[in-house]
């Protein structure tokens, strides 16, 4: 047990990466005319779906939390590093707001939606942690990209911040007129899962050679 702990602390991103694409498959074969080209992943964690509940801890809330460990271990080697342009608070706070959108994308599996009523009051929180979760890490995204700017060793990071950042609403927001609505949502979330696999990328690289 304690291995695997280590293991997942580790590579907390691919594991999350993992859970969420798997849970994602394995319960979308449960659901008759579930569509991944038409329907948003959410709706396979909507009330009164079958499994829905365990849809939501897989698909959600365990990688949102597996996230946000990258997120907090990426404010940590920020504070401590070597290069004074990763030290300063913009860089900083764009690693807080990155763990704000993994806490919101955790929140999305708290605050599941009704199936009945797709368009009801009820299912505004999980509405809302979607937009928190789109807005944090944009946010994030252009402070770590223009705040790492000039520091050797985060180069890489701070493009792909960056890239992610702007390409993150143009997917979400303007690729569904183009492209069924539902793989941009998942194309979304892939650029999410992307930024956090190649923060953990230099966080243990950084770790090696300090």
Do not use: C
């Not at 990258?70 to 940590?76: D, G, I, K, T």
Request: hydrophobic content about 65%.
């Amino acid at each position: 047990m304690k291995a695997l702990l280590a293991f997942v602390s580790r590579h907390a991103a691919m594991v999350a990466l993992w859970l969420f694409v798997a849970s994602a498959w394995l319960f979308a074969a449960r659901v008759a005319e579930y569509s991944h080209a038409r329907h948003p992943l959410a709706l396979l964690g909507a009330a009164p779906l079958p499994g829905a509940a365990w849809f939501n801890l897989l698909a959600f809330v365990l990688p949102g939390l597996l996230l946000a460990s990258v997120a907090m271990r990426l404010r940590a080697q920020l504070a401590r590093t070597g290069a004074p342009q990763a030290r300063r608070w913009l860089p900083r706070i764009g690693a807080q707001l990155m763990l704000v959108a993994a806490v919101a994308f955790a929140a999305q599996g708290v605050f599941r939606l009704d199936a009945n009523e797709l368009d009801g009051a009820q299912n505004g929180p999980h509405a809302a942690a979607w937009m928190v979760w789109l807005i944090g890490f944009v946010a994030g995204g252009v402070l770590l990209g223009i705040g790492l700017r000039g520091a050797a060793q985060w180069q890489g990071l701070a493009m792909v911040s960056l890239a992610a950042a702007v390409l993150l609403p143009v997917v979400a927001l303007l690729l569904p007129g183009w492209v069924p609505a539902g793989y941009a949502q998942r194309l979304a979330f892939g650029l999410w899962f992307a930024w956090a696999i190649a923060a953990e990328a230099r966080i243990a690289a950084n770790a090696r050679n300090p």
